[in-house]
């Protein structure tokens, strides 16, 4: 058997096992076993090339346009949800014990990316072995206005569903780059209990409040702190001062080869 076609066949026995019980038929299965054994084997997500790819690999007998159709039928299959054929996968074959047993807390990752003018995609992963797993997402047209509310709203599930996927027990830490360096943000990490790091734009104008309860523009600080490259600094205070303030440290640092400064804002322990 060639090597794709076994690959397909784990995929399959693999996907009966985590999916059992979720009322998924076996027909949804294979064909979810042929996508995922397409992406390998075209190491490509363009569909056309995906069903080239099994087909050269001899994964399926049908010829490439029957094989193309029943990838996009995959695709546009309403009854294959995340809730019903992914999640169950990642509870399942994730080493969550694993991650529970080496002692150090798991490191989520959000982030918010765009295909050209088409898709805007908010996701919460989790860092694993070198890569990202996606735990939750939504996605939504790119450059047209939410309704007021929606994207926290949107905010609000995605960290829902990614929480809900976390075994009990489990300490985590959010990071998340620029754009979310902002209060709404960070009050919704922290009402979760979640400790959190996250990029910080060290040219704008976020406020910083010392221990001794001096205030300064965080910019003149961080550059009067870190001047040049191989220098860093890191101070524990407050900011987001429209906000109430935020107890939080900041780090900044110029590495020799960088071309800026990389400031976090933390509300981890010194």
């Known amino acids: 058997m060639p090597a794709r076609g076994e690959l397909y066949a784990v995929v399959v026995s693999k996907l009966q096992e985590v999916l059992a019980g979720e009322g998924v038929r076996i027909t949804t299965v294979r064909r979810l076993a042929l996508l995922v054994t397409g992406l390998v084997a075209a190491q490509s997500s363009v569909v056309s090339q995906m069903a ?57 990752a959000l982030d918010a990316s765009s295909q050209d003018e088409r898709v805007h995609l908010l996701r919460v992963s989790l860092t694993y072995w070198g890569t990202a797993i996606a735990l939750a997402w939504e996605i939504w047209p790119q450059n047209v206005a939410l309704e007021a509310g929606e994207y926290w709203r949107r905010m609000d599930l995605v960290l829902a569903r990614a929480a809900s996927l976390l075994p009990a027990g489990l300490d985590v830490i959010m990071t998340a780059d620029l754009a979310f ?41 961080v550059h009067r702190s870190v001047a040049a490259p191989g220098q860093r600094w890191k101070a524990r205070g ?33």
């Open 181 to 221: 360096d902002i209060p709404p943000f960070v009050e919704r990490i922290a009402a979760r209990g979640w400790p959190w790091v996250i990029r910080l734009n060290a040219d704008g104008a976020t406020r910083f409040q010392d221990h001794q309860g001096r205030e300064q523009g965080l910019k003149a600080l």
């Open 238 to 270: 407050r900011i987001f001062t429209g906000a109430g303030w935020c107890d939080a440290s900041v780090v900044a640092v110029w590495a020799p080869s960088a071309k800026e400064r990389l400031v976090v804002i933390t509300d981890l322990p010194s």
């Open 52 to 108: 080239s790819g099994l087909w050269v690999a001899g994964v399926s007998r049908a010829e490439r346009l029957s094989i193309l159709r029943r990838l996009r039928r995959t695709l546009h299959d309403r009854r294959v949800t995340a809730e019903t054929c992914y999640e169950p996968a990642v509870r399942t074959l994730i080493n969550w014990a694993g991650l529970q047993r080496r002692g150090k807390s798991a490191i989520l």
